[in-house]
């Protein structure tokens, strides 16, 4: 089973969700109902919910790339020992992702905003997965796997 811990930095966040984190709860547990992969796991990560001026100091700090964006992933496992830890152990931490408002609220109907935060958190989440779109076969793979994921949480 997956959880994800939400934190809020920022009261902009509640115009667009009332309470990000049922909103999340809801979401995360259609998948865990619907896919059974991880049902004996206890899988988590965190999901920091951020504005333009905090996402842009992460990706600074930690990628070396003085801007903005729309989602940062931080694995907290190298994708070689997460399929290790994954086939062996119970409780696993994933690693935290950063979903910035600023870069989705232009959205004008807050269904489309809707849309547009599963599609980032859910892009961070199956980074933290093990998944990449370096190369062209990877983005193919990773698509796939998001569209899957995106389906089971909008049933």
């Known amino acids: 089973m997956i959880k994800i ?3 809020t930095n920022n009261n902009k966040w509640n115009l667009f969700l009332k309470n990000p984190n049922s909103y999340i709860d809801r979401k995360i547990n259609k998948y865990n109902f619907k896919d059974k992969k991880y049902q004996k796991k206890n899988i988590y990560c965190t999901l920091l919910l951020s504005r333009n001026k905090e996402i842009k100091n992460l990706n600074k700090k930690f990628r ?6 729309d989602v940062l ?3 907290f496992h190298k994708k070689k ?3 290790l830890i994954l086939s ?3 409780e696993i931490y994933l690693g935290d992702i950063i979903v910035n408002l600023d870069k989705i609220k232009s959205q004008k109907n807050l269904q489309n905003f809707k849309i547009e935060f599963d599609q980032l958190w859910v892009h961070g ?8 779109h370096k190369k062209d076969k990877e983005y193919s793979e990773m698509s796939k796997i998001e569209k899957k994921f995106i389906e089971l949480i909008n049933v």
């Open 125 to 132: 989440l199956i980074h933290l997965l093990g998944y990449d």
């Open 88 to 90: 062996k152990d119970k």
């Open 73 to 75: 992933s931080f694995p």
């Open 5 to 7: 811990n939400v934190i």
């Open 64 to 69: 070396k790339k003085n801007k903005t964006t």
């Open 81 to 83: 020992e997460l399929k």
